[in-house]
Each structure stands twice: as C-alpha cells, then as structure tokens.
C-alpha cells in the first residue's frame, strides 16, 4: 500500500539498493579473484566489477565488469552470463540473504568513455580555448 503524499516516483535508488549492491559487487569480485569459477578463459583475466546495480525488489543484479588492461568487455559480458549459474552458486555462501539475486552481466564502458573525454580535452583546438589571456587587472 502506498504512503499518502509519497505520490512521486524516484529513479535514484535506495539506500538498502546500494549497500546490498555493494555487498554483492565484492562477493562476486572475490569469487573471481580466487579463481572459484574454473573457465579456461577466465582464468587468464584479470577482471574490475566497478558496479552493481540491485533493482527494488533486490531479486535481481546487474553487474558492471571490465577486463583489466583492456580487452573485449562485451565478450566478456557475454562469458560470465553464460557462467552466470556457476558464480551465483559461488557467491552463495558469502552472502546471506533471504533471496540469492539473479544476475545479469554487462560491460563497464565507462573506462573507455573518460578516455575518449580525455583525449577531447587534449586537442590542441580545446587547449588554446582553456587558457587564459595574459590580460592585466583593471581593477
């Protein structure tokens, strides 16, 4: 039942969202680290999980990962969905919850998206529009 004057709805999420998302990023960031889910292709990658977002009912994850000194991040997107009972199963025994969430894998562009920002910025175009004129103070 919903609260009366509580009518807006919000985008932002909860502070309960976030700190289960934030337990779950570092069980399944452990996880990978030990090497519990034994993929030959895993195996040999290093792996960030940057984020992982929990929608309002907590029943599902979704999981930001990225290869560590670049890589194929949709490939590896797509690799751990296919494992993705494997490290469900794995993170199991870190957490303790009332509901294991499912999880969803997705590539953490992010990384690549500041680089490109980055890069913007350092165009000698943009450089000379930064700087300031040597001009004196009037005052």
Known sequence: MARPGNNKISKE?????????????????????????????LE????????????????????????LGG???????SLLNTHRKAVRGSITKDLSMKFMPNLKFFADN????ATKIDR????????ADLQAPDTPDDE
């Open 110 to 113: 992010s990384y690549d998206e």
């Open 13 to 41: 999420p909860t502070q309960r969202q976030l700190r289960v998302g934030e337990i779950v990023r570092r069980a399944i960031d452990g996880t990978l680290r030990r090497g519990e889910i034994r993929v030959p292709e």
């Open 120 to 127: 913007l910025l350092r165009q000698p175009k943009v450089l």
């Open 44 to 67: 040999r990658m290093m792996i960030t999980v940057p984020e992982v977002r929990m929608s309002p009912d907590l029943r599902n994850a979704s999981i930001y990962v990225a290869p």
């Open 71 to 77: 890589g194929d991040g949709d490939a590896l997107a």
